[in-house]
């Protein structure tokens, strides 16, 4: 009896709450609707013959939420897909909360709908393997989420933007869609005892609360079945393989995942092995992470945090990405002011931006044609890199060696 006499006050209480929560949705959307008429739609035109567009799988942790969404919009471009993904340290309210902050943030995400948030999230270990699993798992849901993307791309939320999403598409448009832009050598070292024949474990694997890795009192011997590459982590992968790596129709990938779920910093070794060892995806191997980093000599676990005092180099350098940030730092409001031209809570603008004009609104709440980008300044710069790229692949003297 006592327990019923609850029961409808605390659904009373249960709806009143959902109800706020609906017309705060609402109202939201509402407002956007009432400011500028919803525009129309443009279809995004995939495949060759169109600009390419990208797979941007954006990982943090634990309180990340704000730095992610900012993120999203630094590289938001209505052709591209995004994943979102917080690890399994972040509560659940964290990822609905980036959820509905993501919807919310700007027209565009609702009206293309390009915009997700892993529902599952993965453990990542610090240097351990659950942070490839991690990653394929996510290549997987973008495969599956759209056919229509060229390149797979990986950020972290302490990662940036040093060219707007337009000047990125154009310089890739000169680039063979089979590309895999991944740094790598087999010139391992000392890297050869510290990396290659500890065995680790990684308890984000198997245990629920735990993401360690731990390392066993033996060693192995260095592999010959296949030669071992290793490189930064930071890659931008072809759709080609990407599916190779997923679908796994020849054993490679497979094989080299189990190998590699006991290295230490599988990340730094895992594409980068497969991808050279594979006579199909060799030649496509393009040897730049193609971000910005400085590292002190010789290089520790991670680079600077870059800060106020880079900025001469940041906004000299033609390289697309930079790492890495602490949040919300300054310097970060300068690259939207000075790079990137983004107002705090917008996307960048480029050429799909229409509502131009008035100089309170949003550029980017209305658009036009997603299927054209206007190249800046900073293209012409990225654009040579792009070349001269292209044709060390071409001489293959840098790949895979
Ligand atoms: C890769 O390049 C090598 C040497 O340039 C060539 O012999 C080989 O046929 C190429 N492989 C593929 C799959 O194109
Ligand atoms: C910027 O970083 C460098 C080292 O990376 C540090 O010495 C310097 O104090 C930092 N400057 C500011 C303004 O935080």
């Not at 609905?96 to 902050?101: D, F």
């Not at 024949?197 to 390392?215: C, E, H, M, N």
């Not at 705090?344 to 799909?352: I, K, N, S």
């Amino acid at each position: 009896m006592a327990a019923e006499r609850w029961i409808f006050p605390l659904c009373a209480a249960a709806f009143v709450s959902l109800l706020v929560f609906f017309y705060a949705i609402i109202g939201l959307t509402a407002s956007s609707v009432l400011f500028s008429r919803p525009p129309a739609l443009t279809y995004v035109r995939c495949g060759a013959g169109h600009p390419p567009s990208f797979a941007y799988y954006i990982s943090g942790g634990r309180g990340d939420c704000d730095r992610v969404l900012r993120l999203l919009l630094a590289v938001y471009h209505p052709r591209n897909r995004y994943l979102l993904h917080l690890s399994t340290d972040a509560s659940g309210s964290e990822r609905t909360e980036l959820a509905v902050k993501a919807r919310l943030a700007i027209p565009a995400i609702r009206a293309f709908g390009n915009v997700d948030v892993l529902g599952k999230p993965d453990a990542m270990s610090y240097t351990g393997s659950s942070e490839i699993a991690a990653t394929l798992h996510a290549a997987s849901v973008l495969l599956k989420l759209d056919g229509g993307w060229d390149w797979f791309v990986t950020l972290s939320a302490t990662d940036y933007p040093l060219m707007t999403q337009d000047d990125l598409i154009h310089v890739f448009s000169s680039a063979p869609r089979d590309l895999n832009f991944i740094e790598h050598t087999s010139d391992l070292g000392w890297k050869e005892n510290h990396r290659v024949q500890p065995i680790v474990v990684d308890s984000g694997i198997y245990l629920a609360r735990r993401t360690k890795i731990f390392s066993a009192s033996e060693g192995r011997s260095t592999p010959d079945a296949f030669r071992f590459f290793t490189g930064s982590p930071w890659v931008i992968l072809s759709r080609s393989f990407m599916e190779y790596c997923v679908l796994g129709w020849e054993n490679l990938p497979r094989t080299l995942l189990m190998y590699f779920t006991n290295v230490v910093l599988s990340q730094e070794g895992y594409f980068h092995s497969v991808v050279c060892n594979s006579p199909d995806f060799k030649n496509t191997t393009v040897n730049n992470d193609l971000r910005f980093m400085l590292w002190d000599n010789p290089p520790g676990m991670q680079p600077h945090f870059l800060n106020m005092t880079n900025f001469e180099e940041i906004s000299e350098s033609e390289l697309p990405f930079a790492r890495q940030f602490q949040k919300d730092d300054p310097v970060l409001d300068k690259i939207d002011e000075k790079i990137l031209g983004r107002w705090h809570h917008q996307a960048v603008p480029g050429a799909w931006c229409s509502a131009k004009g008035s100089s309170w609104m949003d550029p980017c709440s209305k658009w036009s044609n997603v299927n054209i980008v206007k190249p800046g300044l900073r293209a012409k710069k990225f654009a040579e890199l792009m070349k001269k790229l292209l044709d060390e692949c071409k001489s293959q003297l840098n790949s895979c060696k």
